[in-house]
């Protein structure tokens, strides 16, 4: 099994799709989750930690509006786990709106500079699109398990 960052790393039916193809879905969701659950933070939904604005940080400038910091502080763990991407562009609203170009560009720009395997895709738009779409995922998937099992 892979970890696969999907993005929009919010999107349900992406992360499903992973999921049925045998492979773990990296998800904003899984990290809110995790904030809102985790013991000892004192005042959801403000959620935020020391380590927080380090993780940032690390990625964008101070100057950088504290938004896409702050995002990307979210985003930085599914980055740092992640063992393969999924990246869909032109996506509807619907199917995970990330909410900030700035940040999705710069996502977008940390996933590519990071040596995994990664698959680009554009929002399908007719059914015949939508078939493709699955089928270009599917695939992806299965090249990702035959190479974990040469691997291991």
């Given at each position: 099994?892979?970890?696969?960052?999907?993005?929009?790393?919010?999107?349900?039916?992406?992360?499903?799709?992973?999921?049925?193809?045998?492979?773990?879905?990296?998800?904003?969701?899984?990290?809110?989750?995790?904030?809102?659950?985790?013991?000892?933070?004192?005042?959801?939904?403000?959620?935020?930690?020391?380590?927080?604005?380090?993780?940032?940080?690390?990625?964008?400038?101070?100057?950088?509006?504290?938004?896409?910091?702050?995002?990307?502080?979210?985003?930085?763990?599914?980055?740092?786990?992640?063992?393969?991407?999924?990246?869909?562009?032109?996506?509807?609203?619907?199917?995970?709106?990330?909410?900030?170009?700035r940040t999705n560009e710069l996502a977008k720009y940390v996933i590519r500079n990071k040596d995994i395997p990664r698959l680009e895709?554009?929002?399908?738009?007719?059914?015949?699109?939508?078939?493709?779409?699955?089928?270009?995922?599917?695939?992806?998937?299965?090249?990702?398990?035959?190479?974990?099992?040469?691997?291991?």
């Amino acid at each position: 099994m892979v970890k696969i960052l999907v993005y929009p790393s919010n999107s349900l039916i992406l992360a499903d799709l992973v999921a049925r193809f045998g492979h773990e879905p990296l998800t904003m969701m899984r990290v809110i989750r995790r904030k809102i659950k985790e013991v000892g933070i004192d005042s959801p939904p403000i959620n935020v930690t020391p380590e927080d604005p380090k993780r940032g940080l690390k990625y964008a400038a101070v100057d950088v509006p504290s938004g896409v910091r702050g995002r990307m502080a979210l985003l930085d763990p599914l980055i740092e786990e992640a063992e393969a991407a999924i990246i869909v562009h032109e996506a509807d609203y619907s199917f995970g709106c990330m909410g900030c170009a700035r940040t999705n560009e710069l996502a977008k720009y940390v996933i590519r500079n990071k040596d995994i395997p990664r698959l680009e895709l554009v929002y399908p738009t007719n059914d015949d699109e939508a078939r493709e779409f699955v089928r270009k995922i599917r695939d992806f998937c299965k090249s990702l398990t035959s190479t974990a099992e040469v691997t291991a």
